[in-house]
C-alpha cells in the first residue's frame, strides 16, 4: 500500500491466549496520535482507542464498531477523507486493519 497517508506505523502487535493487541502510531496527516485495539480469534475487534484527534467522534467509532468483523470495519471505513487531507482517522484504522492480514 503506497500513497498519502500509508505512513502509519505498527508499534505493537502481540498474540497472548488468542487475542491480538495492536498498537500503530498513524499517519502525521492525521490528529489522532495513536490507535489501539484487539484482534479476537473470531475476527472481530474490540476496545478500539485512539489518542488525541476529536475524542467524541472517535469514541463514537469505538462503540460502533465494537464486537464487528474487522475485516468489514476495514471495508466500511476505507477512504474517509477529514479536510482533503486525503485520510482520515477512521481511514487509517482501515489502512492499519488491511495490514495486518
Do not use: W
Not at 487475542?19 to 475476527?43: K, Q, T, W
Amino acid at each position: 500500500m503506497n500513497g498519502i497517508g500509508n505512513d502509519f506505523k505498527i508499534l505493537r502487535d502481540q498474540t497472548v491466549d488468542g487475542i491480538r493487541y495492536v498498537a500503530a502510531m498513524p499517519s502525521g496527516l492525521v490528529c489522532s496520535s495513536l490507535i489501539e485495539f484487539e484482534l479476537h480469534p473470531d475476527g472481530s475487534l474490540h476496545n478500539l482507542r485512539y489518542q488525541r484527534g476529536c475524542h467524541g467522534n472517535l469514541q463514537a467509532i469505538g462503540r460502533l464498531v465494537e464486537g464487528k468483523d474487522a475485516s468489514s470495519i476495514a471495508e466500511l471505513l476505507a477512504g474517509v477523507d477529514c479536510h482533503e487531507r486525503g485520510t482520515s482517522c477512521t481511514d487509517q484504522l482501515s489502512r492499519i486493519l488491511k495490514s495486518l492480514k
